[in-house]
């Protein structure tokens, strides 16, 4: 019987094998991740930044504190003052969505009833992201992202 013999020619084909399997993993690794990116924040971040301390301060001088929860099939936010009011605001957007990719994302068409803002809502269990731009009357803005955990 002959012996088999390691040549030149396996060597190289187990190093392709090898470096082809890492690149292909790589490929695949990064189309994904390009492919769940929801998008830039900004249009130009040295402007924003630039800007950030005055919105900052505009934000903190209105002394809201917002709570999200979900519950009865409603997605309910209290937006409270300094003395635990309740805010009613001139202007309220929201998108609600998973933190990982926007296939989720909506923009609901929250309701004051005097105490809260509500909407009927179906949220999977899991981590969930309300990205809420308020205003008040004088046009001052309040810009927060709420986390939210949907228990199952």
Not at 96 to 99: D, Q
């Given at each position: 019987?002959?012996?088999?013999?390691?040549?030149?020619?396996?060597?190289?084909?187990?190093f392709v094998?090898?470096?082809g399997?890492?690149?292909t993993?790589?490929?695949?690794?990064a189309?994904?991740?390009?492919?769940t990116?929801?998008?830039l924040?900004?249009?130009?971040?040295?402007?924003?930044s630039?800007?950030?301390?005055?919105?900052l301060?505009?934000?903190?001088?209105?002394?809201?504190?917002?709570?999200?929860?979900?519950?009865?099939?409603?997605?309910?936010?209290?937006?409270?003052d300094?003395?635990?009011?309740?805010?009613?605001?001139?202007e309220?957007?929201a998108v609600?969505?998973?933190?990982t990719?926007?296939?989720?994302?909506?923009?609901?068409d929250?309701?004051?009833?005097g105490?809260?803002?509500?909407?009927?809502?179906?949220?999977?269990?899991?981590n969930?992201?309300?990205r809420l731009?308020?205003?008040?009357h004088?046009?001052?803005?309040?810009?927060?992202?709420?986390?939210l955990?949907?228990?199952?």
């Open positions: 019987m002959a012996e088999r013999q390691f040549t030149g020619k396996h060597a190289l084909a187990v094998a090898a470096f399997v890492i690149i993993v790589n490929l695949v690794l189309y994904s991740a390009v492919k990116f929801p998008g924040e900004v249009k130009n971040s040295y402007v924003a630039q800007e950030f301390n005055e919105r301060q505009e934000q903190q001088s209105l002394g809201w504190d917002v709570l999200a929860e979900v519950s009865g099939g409603l997605l309910i936010l209290r937006i409270t300094q003395t635990g009011a309740p805010v009613e605001v001139a309220l957007q609600v969505g998973r933190a990719h926007v296939k989720d994302d909506f923009s609901p929250f309701t004051f009833d105490v809260a803002y509500a909407v009927p809502a179906v949220l999977g269990k899991g969930w992201n309300i731009v308020a205003k008040d004088s046009g001052a803005e309040f810009a927060q992202r709420i986390p955990y949907v228990k199952g």
